[in-house]
């Protein structure tokens, strides 16, 4: 019995260690508007600079030019600069939206199993409805427990519901970039 209440202690310890951790997870630096390539949804976590500037090439493609003197091109030299040993990219492509012109965090919750990030639309400010390809990249601390994306959005009686559109694990090494 004894045996039993000290790993029950070291468990909770564990854990409260854990949310402590993760408390200050939120976004340090957002991207988001109507003006990427992706034109189907999509729900990405970058955990290193390989990853994260493939992703950007994806989403910049339309806008791509050819290599300059130096050999890179516009859309390679616009890649934002992400410390990838202490954080991640979560990014959301809604694919075509209408009246949609980007999505922002609306909430962050560390209390649960999980790292709960709620996003929601902002409207394009417009008397005009405008189809367009909205999208959201956030950059995040690394997490030390599994990240689940939450989509808020309201029905036409302005009710809100939300609905897990993603899960993704930590990353597994400390890869730097």
């Given amino acids: 019995m004894l045996a039993l209440r000290k790993v029950i202690a070291m468990l909770l310890a564990i854990l409260a260690q854990q949310a402590a951790e993760q408390k200050d997870f939120k976004p340090l630096g957002e991207i988001s508007g109507t003006d990427t390539a992706i ?26 030019a050819p290599p300059n003197l130096s050999g890179t091109t516009v859309v390679e030299e616009q890649i934002p600069t992400v410390d990838f040993s202490k954080n991640v990219v979560v990014a959301y492509f809604a694919g075509q939206t209408n009246g949609i012109g980007s999505y922002r965090v609306v909430e962050v919750d560390t209390k649960g199993k999980t790292l709960a990030v709620t996003i929601a639309p902002v409207p394009i400010q417009t008397e005009v409805s405008i189809t367009a390809k909205s999208f959201g990249m956030w950059v995040f601390p690394k997490p030390k427990r599994t990240v689940e994306l939450i989509l808020r959005e309201w ?11 993603a899960k993704f694990d930590p990353p597994k090494t400390a890869k730097s970039g």
């Fill in 39 to 64: 034109e189907q949804r999509m729900v990405t976590m970058a955990t290193t600079k390989e990853e994260f500037a493939q992703l950007w090439r994806r989403h910049k493609e339309i806008f791509g």
């Fill in 155 to 165: 029905d036409r009686q302005g009710r809100a519901s939300d609905r897990t559109i």
